[in-house]
């Protein structure tokens, strides 16, 4: 019996041992006939993969190197080299640094216009000739014509009225306060 079973068990581990061979043999016969597809197919998985991390890698240095040209230009809205190393890194950023930098010049330009609207106020109702003629010297000041007008009001009403004459020749022909002059000016030819 012990003799009957060891030839089993012989059969047995023959038998498995030849399943192995067999199924090696069919592997390599398979790998053999798909072997040129088998070795393109994980190149290209490994080319995909290293390409993949590569462009990424090199994705996430450009976007440090626009972050870093971005802070810059939030610092000094006047560094040009950095705005230009932003346009060519990251346009998005490019467009928001624009409209932020656009955006405080408009704030500083609109809080200077309310600065010379309130002086400009405050000349009429105090009837300040020296604060007007200082809005009128400035080149920026958009209601120039109107400080000039106003001007030769108060200096007729105090009855100065060659110096009013003088005054409204100032106001240019294409301006829009040119009626209003006029009519001061033929109040004035009687005075």
Do not use: G
């Not at 007007?132 to 030769?152: V, W």
């Amino acid at each position: 019996m012990s003799l009957e079973q060891n030839i089993n068990y012989i059969k047995k581990e023959i038998s498995s041992e030849e399943k192995f061979f067999e199924s090696f043999f069919k592997l390599e016969k398979f790998f053999k006939k798909y072997k040129l597809i088998i070795i393109l197919t994980t190149v290209s998985i490994l080319t995909y993969f290293i390409a993949t991390s590569t462009l990424s890698y090199l994705q996430e240095q450009k976007d440090i190197k626009a972050n870093v040209a971005y802070n810059k230009v939030l610092l000094d809205s006047t560094d040009t080299k950095s705005m230009e190393e932003l346009k060519q890194s990251n346009a998005v950023l490019f467009e928001i640094a624009q409209y932020k930098n656009a955006k405080d010049n408009t704030t500083k330009n609109e809080i200077e216009y309310l600065k010379q609207i309130a002086l400009y106020n405050q000349a009429i109702k105090d009837n300040n000739i020296k604060a007007l003629d200082e809005l009128i010297i400035d080149p920026n000041f958009t209601l120039r014509d109107y400080a000039i007008f106003n001007k030769a009001l108060i200096l007729s009403n105090d009855k100065q009225y060659a110096k009013a004459k003088t005054t409204l020749a100032q106001i240019s022909d294409t301006s829009s306060t040119k009626q209003l002059s006029d009519m001061l000016k033929h109040f004035l030819l009687t005075k």
